[in-house]
T-cell receptor, first 115, second 117 residues
C-alpha cells in the first residue's frame, strides 16, 4: 500500500536495550522526520533528513541515532533505552513544492514502553 | 524563537454547539506557514489545513473554518455544529521554512476536544 508505514506499532523493551523503530514511505518524499509525542508537549522533533545520507538533529536528539541510506527508509535507534524514552513515536515525510507546500504526512505511530 | 501556544488544554461541548480552538504563534520570520492537524482517538495525525503568512483570507471547508490574523499572531480554528466524530486532539503547528530549515514543524501542545451527544 502507498503511504508511510511504521513498525513495530507497539514495543515493550527493558532499560539499557537497543531498539530500532522503522519508517518506510512510498511517495519518494525528500524530507523525513521523527517526532515523539508526550502529554503536555505536543510533538517534538527528534531528527530529520532532507535526503539520503543527510540528517540533522531536532529539538530532542539525545539518546537517539538515525540513518538514511535509502530515500524511502528512515530508521530511528535508541542505543540504550531509558524510561524517559517511553513515548509515542511518529515518522513523517514531506516534499516541498514550487508553490511552497510544506505539509507533512504522518505514519500511524509506534507506542514504545521502556520498563 | 519560534513557538506555538494552544492555551486550551481541554474543551468539552455538546453536539451541535460551535467551538473555537485558539492558536497563538511567535516567529520573527516574515515568511512562514501555519497548519492544523487532527489526532482522533485512533492515534493517527491527519492534516487539515495549511496557510501561508501572505494570505490572510479566512478559509471555510464545510463545518470547519479558520481565522488567520497576523496582527495578533493567531490562527484560530472553528468547528460549527460540532459532532461526536469531531472529538480528537487538535494541533496547531508552525513552519518557518527559511530560518528553521528543512521545513521543521513546531507544534503546540494540542487541545483535546470532547463532543458529547
Amino acid at each position: 500500500d502507498a503511504g508511510i508505514t511504521q513498525s513495530p506499532r507497539y514495543k515493550i523493551t527493558e532499560t539499557g536495550r537497543q531498539v530500532t523503530l522503522m519508517c518506510h514511505q512510498t511517495w519518494s518524499h525528500s524530507y523525513m522526520f521523527w517526532y515523539r509525542q508526550d502529554l503536555g508537549h505536543g510533538l517534538r522533533l527528534i531528527y530529520y533528513s532532507a535526503a539520503a545520507d543527510i540528517t540533522d538533529k531536532g529539538e530532542v536528539p539525545d539518546g537517539y541515532v538515525v540513518s538514511r541510506s535509502k530515500t524511502e527508509n528512515f530508521p530511528l535507534t535508541l542505543e540504550s533505552a531509558t524510561r524517559s524514552q517511553t513515548s509515542v513515536y511518529f515518522c513523517a515525510s514531506s516534499e516541498p513544492l514550487a508553490g511552497g507546500s510544506y505539509e507533512q504526512y504522518f505514519g500511524p505511530g509506534t507506542r514504545l514502553t521502556v520498563t | 524563537a519560534q513557538k506555538v501556544t494552544q492555551a486550551q488544554t481541554e474543551i468539552s461541548v455538546v453536539e451541535k454547539e460551535d467551538v473555537t480552538l485558539d492558536c497563538v504563534y511567535e516567529t520573527r520570520d516574515t515568511t512562514y506557514y501555519l497548519f492544523w492537524y487532527k489526532q482522533p482517538p485512533s492515534g493517527e495525525l491527519v492534516f487539515l489545513i495549511r496557510r501561508n503568512s501572505f494570505d490572510e483570507q479566512n478559509e471555510i471547508s464545510g463545518r470547519y473554518s479558520w481565522n488567520f490574523q497576523k496582527s495578533t499572531s493567531s490562527f484560530n480554528f472553528t468547528i460549527t455544529a460540532s459532532q461526536v466524530v469531531d472529538s480528537a486532539v487538535y494541533f496547531c503547528a508552525l513552519t518557518p521554512p527559511f530560518s528553521g530549515g528543512y521545513n521543521k514543524l513546531i507544534f503546540g501542545a494540542g487541545t483535546r476536544l470532547a463532543v458529547h451527544p
